[in-house]
């Protein structure tokens, strides 16, 4: 008992404010982020999203900047010059070299067709008009038929979803019928069929995707929406008396961003797909107008001889989807940090 | 479970019944006729050609007609090919397309289960990166594409395999491979992320402190619990063929409903289009209902009241 706790002098000392700034426990060092910033943060530390954003918006830059600086007119056709296989300068790699086996040989097309001067990227076709130049002005109708058509599957999808959701009972139970019968036929089947019906061209296609997409976007926006309409900030908004048109946009659409764009993201790729499908069996775009199906179509005819005239739309056609589908699933992640690990 | 079934049955036969009914309107409002040379033929001939297809009666007896005939599985008669019923050019075109489809369905998931399966017990090694790159190049790629490819390196060059036309097994092979890729990328996908799940549930630990094998955990507890899932999206697995095989049979010249849907398009069959229509979504439907009851049987968590979540 006779022990005494000796405590140090200086624990008696009264704490500056300084001392009391450094012990602050509750104090956050890290700036708070949004939740935007937050994703964001997340999506760059994801590599495969990451670079696929970069080369999206390369092939965006390049597609659509090929309206104003085009290497060749893609529409320009040169007989003397058809077929010429792909001749990139300075690289003597055969394949991308302007040469080709002919008869057994590996002969310069290039000097055999008198154009020892010209060189085409990726060869021309078999009008003679330069493949780069097409596939550019090919990817980018691509690019705007899936944007188009996305756009309005993203209106009427969300639309529908919030109006099922938010209505519930019986006019749920119907428009979630209506969704189930869409669903039972193939889309293939039901955008051939619209097609047919407003003759093949770019605005019928992009109406037919948009018309039959629409239905996935519909279905996660109204399971969102249920789930969402029961939480106390909607139920605070109701009580105060703000209309529903109101408390959609400033309220459940906000929330549903993440829903939206992630699968804006799946359904991009979608509709190009089903874009080069229809031109590729021939009810799509029509000459002289391209687009990434019609020149894979237009390539398959002469692959076996002159395989790098389907290789390159293939090739940008995969990279495209490719790209659009990881960085989906890299938004996915970033958005809903439950769903990685 | 008979009144669930009652009621999707019943659903199934409206869901038909309002896609005759749009597409008999759809194929109404199409331009032209079904003649190729109309200025050629006398008034006498085109009213004798139409009597045939039964063209000159109301829109509403025709409608009736027609729905009279699909209950029996007759379609009318083929513009493209005349004198050959819709029901006959379908009945005996839908075997190449069913092998195929069946066969591309069931080797996709089958190894798209094994390789996802293999992806999560590996995590984060260079077995879960394959399986990654192997699923995500699977649903990039397009299936008309890799059937070309197919076609020409396996085909060609290598030898190995007929490049087109129908025959024996041996002609299955490369369209259903083609096909194939797509089921197979998706499931592998869906089995590694369920079962990274599943392999970090608390059953999981348990089996493992039990002493069970590694096999044992992972084949009666892990592998089981993260297939019952992949059944969900056997129904879009099905769309998916079905749109692919519209492409791949034409590739590969293969006599089936897909290579002929093509034909009837570009042809204007009218008849067989909407035969064809009915017939899509009569698979669909049916796949869809199959696959609703088997998970209702396989995870008895899932009421089967007919309400969606």
Known sequence: MADTVKLPEDSFKPITSDDRAALDSEKIAAPSLTFAQDAWRRLKKNKGAWVSLIVLVVIFIMAFGSIFVSPHDPNAVHPAYANLPSKIPGISINGFNGTLVQAGERIDAYKAAGASGAHYIMGTDYLGRDLFSRVLYGTRISLIIALVATLFDLTIGVTYGMFSGWKGGRIDTIMQRIIEIILSIPNLVVIVLLILILKPGMASIIIAIALTSWVNMARLVRAQTLELKEQEFILAARTLGERPIKIAFKHLLPNLSSVIIINTMFTIPNAIFFEATLSYIGIGISSPQASLGTLLNDGQKNFQFLPYQMWWPALILSIIMLAFNLLGDGLRDAFDPRTKE | ??????????????????????????????????????????????????????????????????????????????????????????????????????????????????????????????????????????????????AVLLQYYLGLKAGW????????????????????????????????????????????????????????????????????????????????????????????????????????????????????????????????????????????????TGKAN
């Open chain 2, 1 to 146: 479970m008979a009144k669930y079934l009652a009621k999707r049955i019943f659903y199934l036969i409206l869901t038909l019944f309002i896609v005759i009914t749009v597409t008999f309107f759809l194929m109404k409002l199409l331009p032209g006729t079904p003649l190729t040379n109309q200025a050629k033929l006398s008034k006498s001939q085109i009213h004798l050609i139409y009597e045939q297809y039964g063209l000159n009666k109301p829109v509403w007896q025709q409608y009736l007609l027609y729905l009279a005939g699909a209950v029996k599985g007759d379609f009318g008669t083929s513009f493209q090919f005349s004198d050959q019923p819709v029901s006959y050019l379908i009945s005996s075109r839908i075997g190449p397309s069913l092998q195929i489809g069946l066969q591309a369905m069931i080797v996709g998931v089958i190894l798209g289960v094994i390789i996802g399966a293999f992806g999560a017990m590996k995590q984060n090694t260079w077995v879960d990166t394959t399986t990654t790159v192997v699923s995500i190049l699977g649903i990039s790629i397009p299936s008309f594409v890799l």
């Open chain 2, 161 to 304: 395999f007929p490049i087109a036309e129908w025959g024996g097994f041996i002609y299955t092979v490369l369209p259903t491979l083609a096909l194939g890729a797509q089921p197979l990328a998706e499931s592998a996908r869906f089995v590694r992320t369920e079962m990274v799940d599943v392999l970090s549930s608390d059953y999981i630990e348990l089996a493992k402190a039990k002493g069970l094998s590694k096999t044992g955990v992972i084949y009666h507890h892990a592998l089981r619990n993260s297939l019952i899932p992949l059944i969900t999206i056997v129904g879009p697995l099905a769309v998916n063929i079905m749109t692919g095989s519209m492409v791949v049979e034409n590739i590969f010249s293969i006599p089936g409903i897909g290579e002929q849907f093509v034909k009837s398009v570009l042809t204007n069959d009218y008849p067989t289009i909407m035969g064809l229509t009915i017939v899509y979504s009569f698979m669909l439907c049916v796949v869809l209902l199959i696959t609703d009851i088997l998970y209702g049987i396989v995870d008895p968590r899932i009421r089967l």
